[in-house]
């Protein structure tokens, strides 16, 4: 599930449905925010809806680049069209302008319904003629290939290791969860000026941002797709001692 909490409130939302229609536009604790995931990069980014041409739902365009979904904000005038693991618009009145990521959480339904037994989830009664116990992308996450070419690729990490990509501004990072081993680590990193704790745990096999200073976004992506929109990005893998060592 991709999970968001805030204010005493959170919500799951399952991959087996994301994997269908990649979007939810809900409103948690007062905010307008947009679940996104895109099953070709394994990404999941959540965003403020309230953009800088004002509020916008969003839908999915159909159209990719660097073989991330593309998402179009509905009734604007014209319509824009704004990636996802970039985070900012590509396309009409939304370009160069970005998108509020929020804090999100990638991980199994059982450790989030652990640590928030009262979350609601998004239910698979969705309207649509869709069996969500099926998965279209089956083999996909585990073959070494790619289904749509890139602007740039990198051999530092396997292609389709997912990583938690965390950024302040342009500068970048990247924390390859196969860095981790079978311990349970918690450690401190800084991005540009600011501080950010990260935690690992082997079971459910996890990475997650416990805390961060104002200004720090993430989301987790596919290493293909991270470094295709962040070239410049560093590679950071922590050490058992809980260090930083790159």
């Not at 950024?167 to 950010?196: C, H, I, M, Q």
């Not at 996890?206 to 104002?214: E, G, H, N």
């Amino acid at each position: 599930v991709i999970g968001y909490a805030a204010d005493g409130e959170a919500r799951a939302y399952p991959l087996r449905i994301l994997n269908f229609h990649e979007i939810v536009n809900d409103r948690v604790a007062g905010t307008p925010i947009a679940v996104t995931y895109c099953p070709l990069c394994d990404s999941a980014a959540i965003f403020d809806r309230r953009t800088p041409l004002g509020l916008r739902e969003f839908g999915v365009s159909g159209l990719l680049h660097n073989s991330n979904v593309l998402m179009y904000d509905r009734g604007g005038q014209p319509e824009s069209l704004w990636s996802q693991v970039l985070g900012a618009g590509v396309s009409g009145p939304a370009v160069g302008k970005r998108l509020t990521a929020l804090p999100v959480e990638l991980t199994t339904w059982r450790d989030w319904s652990e640590r928030y037994p009262q979350t609601s989830v998004l239910s698979a009664e969705t309207g649509h003629p869709r069996d969500y116990r099926f998965n279209p992308y089956d083999g996909y996450l585990t073959s070494p290939g790619i289904m749509f070419p890139v602007t740039s690729t990198s051999d530092r990490l396997p292609a389709k290791q997912l990583v938690l990509g965390v950024w302040v501004g342009d500068t970048s990072k990247a924390y390859p969860l196969s860095a981790f081993g079978e311990e349970s680590v918690e450690f401190r990193d800084n991005v540009a000026d600011r501080s950010v704790t990260l935690a690992y745990d082997p079971n459910p096999k996890r990475l997650r941002v416990v805390s961060a200073d104002d200004g720090v976004r993430w989301m987790y992506s596919l290493w293909y797709a991270w470094h295709a929109f962040r070239p410049e990005t560093e590679v950071v893998e922590p050490s058992r001692a809980g260090d930083v060592r790159r």
